[in-house]
């Protein structure tokens, strides 16, 4: 993984299965985009910098290739996400994550919140395009990263679709007690690593098991919970 602020490299190291593309966007006058290759033992890393452009344009300066699958981090200013923020294991502030590709020409994420204005008939899965999920109505968006899914076949693409047209098809909601159970309730990385692992099958992440604070122990009725953190594709551990 390479992180990169204001031009300047800080530190670089392997993550297995993904390719990174890091967007860190906090100086409006800079945006600093990172593509970083790793196989092999090898690394390579492309640096490009854009000058005088608004922070919320920096996903399109990205090459997104047809047939590729993508994860959309995000980190926001909201109490749902502060939560979600401490929960995570790779000392990264996302707090909510979604999965796309180039769909009608077009860069689609499927995700996943639990909406205040839920109705019982309505499905919680949103269809997004990307400037829809940088742009949320309710919060602010204080910084933002895209991973790509590494050496995806042709067939494991068409079982992404496929798999997002039946999750399209069925009524999900979002999983408020945040388990691991296969079911038709998901939290937003919960679903990202459904999909990912139903259309791999050599993609196997374990959840996390941590212990409870005394607030979320009251909310949840337990004392440790069992989980995917936002961040925890970036472990390459």
Aim: net charge positive; glycine share 2%; charged share 30%.
């Amino acid at each position: 993984i390479a992180f990169a602020q204001n031009r300047n490299i800080r530190n670089a190291k392997k993550f297995f299965g993904l390719l990174f593309l890091s967007v860190l966007a906090k100086n409006k006058s800079k945006i600093a985009i990172i593509a970083s290759i790793t196989e092999m033992a090898i690394l390579i890393i492309i640096i490009f910098s854009i000058f005088n452009k608004k922070d919320d344009d920096f996903y399109n300066d990205i090459k997104f290739e047809k047939g590729k699958v993508y994860l959309f981090f995000r980190e926001t200013n909201s109490k749902v996400g502060e939560i979600a923020k401490s929960y995570n294991i790779n000392k990264t502030n996302f707090s909510h994550v979604g999965i796309g590709s180039i769909i009608d020409n077009k860069i689609m994420i499927v995700h996943i919140l639990p909406n205040e204005e839920f109705r019982s008939k309505d499905s919680q899965l949103h269809f997004e395009t990307i400037k829809q999920f940088y742009h949320p109505k309710k919060d602010s968006v204080k910084s933002a990263e895209i991973l790509r899914f590494r050496n995806i076949t042709p067939e494991q693409f068409k079982n992404f679709e496929k798999l997002i047209l039946e999750l399209k098809s069925k009524k999900i909601t979002f999983d408020k007690n945040f388990t691991t159970k296969r079911d038709s309730s998901y939290y937003c990385s919960e679903l990202v690593e459904y999909i990912l692992e139903t259309i791999d099958e050599n993609f196997r992440i374990l959840p996390i098991k941590k212990k409870l604070v005394k607030f979320d122990q009251f909310y949840l009725q337990r004392d440790s919970i069992e989980y995917y953190p936002v961040d925890i594709f970036m472990n390459n551990k």
